[in-house]
T-cell receptor, first 113, second 114 residues
């Protein structure tokens, strides 16, 4: 059982609409949480990073939130664009650094005109 | 900067064949790693290296070998391919293995083992 669960598995939204993707994790000891964007046929690209002491981080139209107490994170996309169509992956990095990293299975987002 | 490059982009192997997946980076990063990505699963760490001459096993190392003779290159070897190794392989690099560092991923190699 993956210790980083993402929901929904897939999502279709209209261009211009907002959406929120969820990530629940059980791995510990938690250090950082990252959200990645992976376009089809490409490698993941980092969007945001948060430590356990941060509860929100923005990168343009992307805003990530973190509740370390409930072990939940979300990625909110505002005013979606066609180019936002991709998979979004939640990644939990443990205190040992990148040698101890757990990737979620991702949410596949499709933005339609 | 080319970033992280991987070759080949796609490869078909027969069971028992061997091959090497190439990975190179031009960012002078010390930390490099290999992941595999399978449907319905998150990326899983195969092997990693914290610098030239230093490698270690990740979560799923069986069936794979690595070496790191230079800072730039980190090849992944499949000695005797098996159908279970059909996957998409990603190489990544970062300045260090520190948890605050950003990892940069290559474009991936799609491997099919028949």
């Amino acid at each position: 059982k993956n210790q980083v669960e993402q929901s929904p598995q897939s999502l279709i939204i209209l261009e211009g609409k907002n959406c929120t993707l969820q990530c629940n994790y059980t791995v510990s000891p938690f250090s950082n949480l990252r959200w990645y964007k992976q376009d089809t046929g490409r490698g993941p690209v980092s969007l945001t990073i948060m430590t356990f002491s941060e509860n929100t981080k923005s990168n343009g139209r992307y805003t990530a939130t973190l509740d370390a107490d409930t072990k939940q994170s979300s990625l909110h996309i505002t005013a979606s664009q066609l180019s936002d169509s991709a998979s979004y992956i939640c990644v939990v990095i443990l205190s040992g650094g990148y040698q101890k990293v757990t990737f979620g299975t991702g949410t596949k987002l499709q933005v339609i005109p | 900067n080319a970033g992280v490059t991987q070759t080949p982009k796609f490869q078909v192997l027969k069971t028992g064949q061997s091959m090497t997946l190439q990975c190179a980076q031009d960012m002078n990063h010390e930390y490099m790693s290999w992941y595999r990505q399978d449907p319905g699963m998150g990326l899983r760490l195969i092997h990693y290296s914290v610098g030239a001459g230093i490698t270690d096993q990740g979560e799923v190392p069986n069936g794979y070998n690595v070496s790191r003779s230079t800072t730039e290159d980190f090849p992944l070897r499949l000695l005797s391919a098996a159908p279970s190794q059909t996957s998409v392989y990603f190489c990544a690099s970062s300045y260090s293995a520190g948890r605050g560092e950003t990892q940069y991923f290559g474009p991936g190699t799609r491997l099919l083992v028949l």
